[in-house]
C-alpha cells in the first residue's frame, strides 16, 4: 500500500489544519493506522491510532482533547484534525499503516509509511 498525506502548512498558535492520508495499491479497512511527527534531533514520535473499523483511537498525551483522528474505509483515507495548534507541534507528520495490528502506538509495527507532510505553527 501507498501513502501520501497532504494538508500540511503553516498556522498561527490557536489556529487548526487538517491532515489527510490518501492510501492507494490496497484498501486500507483491514490496516490499524497511524500519525506520527519528528522534528529535526529528535526521534519520530507517536501522534495517534485508529483501529480498522474507526471504533477505537489513541492518542498521545500532549494533543489529547486538541487532534482526532478519523478514517473513510470507503474513501481509502485517514485524517488528522488538528485544533488549538500549539508552536510545539510543529513536526514533520507521517502517516503509516499497520496490516498485522488493530492498532499500535509502535512505530516498529508500522510496515508502510508515507513521505509525510511539514506542519509550521508560529506563535
Known amino acids: 500500500v501507498q501513502l501520501q498525506a497532504s494538508g500540511g502548512g503553516l498556522a498561527q498558535a490557536g489556529g487548526s489544519l487538517r491532515l489527510s492520508c490518501a492510501a492507494s495499491g490496497r484498501t486500507i479497512s483491514s490496516y490499524g493506522m497511524g500519525w506520527f511527527r519528528q522534528v529535526p534531533g529528535k526521534e519520530r514520535e507517536f501522534v495517534a491510532t485508529i483501529s480498522r473499523s474507526g471504533g477505537f483511537t489513541i492518542y498521545t498525551d500532549s494533543v489529547k482533547g486538541r487532534f482526532n483522528i478519523s478514517r473513510d474505509n470507503a474513501k481509502n483515507t485517514v485524517y488528522l484534525q488538528m485544533n488549538n495548534l500549539k508552536v510545539e507541534d510543529t513536526a514533520v507528520y507521517y502517516c503509516?499503516?499497520?496490516?498485522?495490528?488493530?492498532?499500535?502506538?509502535?512505530?516498529?509495527?508500522?510496515?508502510?509509511w508515507g513521505p509525510g507532510t511539514q506542519v509550521t505553527v508560529s506563535s
Open positions: 503509516a499503516a499497520d496490516p498485522e495490528y488493530n492498532w499500535s502506538r509502535r512505530e516498529s509495527e508500522y510496515d508502510y
